[in-house]
Every structure is written in C-alpha cells, then in structure tokens.
C-alpha cells in the first residue's frame, strides 16, 4: 500500500468489511482514489475524521490498531 498508515488502516477496514468504497466516497464528500490502495494522496485530517463519522469509528480504535 502507500505511506500513510491511517489511510492503509482506512482502506484495510472498508475491504475486510465488504463496503463499497465509491459509494462510501460518495457519501463522505471524499475522493474515491483515496479509498483505493494504488492512492496518490493519503487521507487528510478532515476526510480521516468524516470517515469515522460516517462508518461509526471512534478514531481512537484507529489510533490503536496502528
């Protein structure tokens, strides 16, 4: 993957869950090349944060999975 773990994390958790990453881009008012593992940007601090808002994570739980 890239160079941001946050974003590998991110990316990591929408495939093991079986979400579809367009749709939640969509949804998150996020680039959907963000959401793929070939990504040239990582997630910034906003889109990390409306992310877990959107999926119900507490970026906590990320902190501690890195």
Do not use: W
């Not at 495939?15 to 040239?40: C, F, M, P, T, V």
Request: charged content about 35%; some cysteine; proline content about 3%.
């Amino acid at each position: 993957m890239g160079k941001s773990k946050v974003t590998d994390y991110m990316i990591r958790y929408i495939e093991e869950n079986r979400i579809d990453a367009k749709s939640l881009a969509a949804h998150a008012g996020i680039d959907a090349g963000k959401l793929r593992k070939d990504y040239k940007e990582p997630l910034d601090a906003e889109e990390f944060l409306s992310l877990c808002a959107y999926l119900g994570i507490r970026p906590e739980q990320v902190q501690r999975m890195l």
